[in-house]
């Protein structure tokens, strides 16, 4: 797989990685029950036009809607996550269609702004002044 898989470590360029992927895989494990608060790099891989496939976890699946904005597999389940980039390599098309509505939400609903307002909310409820 070394042909076709990169793990290329610390990067200073992480759109210019975006935006060479074929697919961008968010492999969140269930274990010890870890989930995904609002998982930023799927964020940045969505907004960068990457076909995305991420684990069915919190968080991932708040982001990913399955065969919409990208796909989604069972945490730990290889032969799942297989299936997923399958779809995307059996049609492009497909592919294409699922990262246009993945850009498009990104920047209607996670724009910079819209994320901030957001957080200033939840900080406001928390310290009592909203």
Do not use: W
């Amino acid at each position: 797989m070394t042909d076709r898989v990169q793990m290329p470590g610390d990067i200073s360029n992480v759109n210019g990685l975006l935006n060479a992927c074929d697919t961008f895989v968010l492999p969140t494990s269930m274990f010890g029950g870890h989930e995904e608060g609002c998982p930023v790099a799927l964020l940045e891989a969505m907004a960068a036009g990457a076909p995305c496939i991420a684990s069915n976890v919190a968080g991932s699946r708040d982001l990913i809607i399955p065969d919409d904005t990208g796909l989604i597999f069972t945490p730990g389940d290889e032969d799942d996550l297989a299936v997923c980039i399958k779809k995307y390599q059996a049609d492009g098309g497909y592919a294409e269609k699922l990262v246009s509505k993945a850009v498009q939400v990104v920047h209607e609903k996670h724009s910079l702004e819209a994320e901030a307002e957001r957080f200033a909310r939840v900080y406001k409820k928390m310290t009592g002044i909203a």
